[in-house]
Nanobody, 116 residues
């Protein structure tokens, strides 16, 4: 059974940090590009960060560039999103996505709330 399970979300003060994890099972992520998306209430889902299968290339939304870092550990079949200098506008449900050609898998999401 293919699964992506996100963890690490929670409530954090503005300026704080969180590290999200996405553990895959039922398939091997090593040949998949991995993405983090987020969806805030009343807004469309947006792409936050991407990492290629080899991990050589990454890309970020302008809104998180310089604050978020995506990484992967293919040996652990896990992808991470380190989030620093968090802002209230980063509040959203964060989703992990695995993509290869036309095949894609999604996690169930983890809530991140940035509030004082």
């Amino acid at each position: 059974q293919v699964q992506l399970v996100e963890s690490g979300g929670g409530l954090v003060l503005p300026g704080g940090s969180l590290k999200l994890s996405c553990a895959a099972s039922g398939f091997t992520i090593s040949t998949y590009a991995m993405n983090w998306y987020r969806q805030a209430p009343g807004k469309e889902r947006e792409l936050v960060a991407t990492i290629t299968a080899t991990g050589v290339m990454t890309n970020y939304a302008d809104s998180v560039k310089g604050r978020f870092t995506i990484s992967r550990d293919n040996a652990k079949n896990t992808v991470y999103l380190q989030m620093n200098s968090l802002k209230p506008e980063d509040t959203a449900v964060y989703y992990c996505n695995a993509m290869k050609l036309a095949r894609g898998y999604w996690g169930q999401g983890t809530q991140v709330t940035v509030s004082s």
